[in-house]
């Protein structure tokens, strides 16, 4: 399944049930950080895209996940290498 999520990013959930997200918008912990954080901004970021993201992935039960080396629930400022490793790991649990 995917989702847009307001305008900033995107969410995947797999046959498996696990979500990972992806967002690239204003506020969020990528080179849009500082973006204006209105409907305006998130889809002027949203359209320009972001050479990183912030990341953040859950499990079937709903439950947020740290992933690799974070040392919270997200995962910020990541190159699309980082997000495909994250989703691949996703899918293969």
Same mark, same amino acid.
């Given at each position: 399944m995917f989702k847009i999520t307001h305008d900033k990013g995107v969410h995947i959930t797999f046959e498996n049930g696990y979500t990972v997200s992806i967002q690239w918008g204003p506020g969020n912990y990528c080179e849009?950080?500082?973006g204006e954080? %209105?409907? /305006? $901004?998130?889809r002027e970021c949203g %359209?320009? $895209?972001s050479d990183t993201s912030v990341c953040a992935a859950w499990c079937p039960n709903g439950k947020m996940l740290q992933y690799g080396d974070?040392? /919270?629930t997200v995962g910020g400022y990541m190159k699309p290498a980082a997000?495909?490793?994250l989703l691949n790991w996703a899918a293969s649990q």
């Open positions: 849009n950080y500082d954080i %209105s409907a /305006d $901004g998130r %359209s320009k $895209g974070w040392c /919270d997000v495909l490793e």
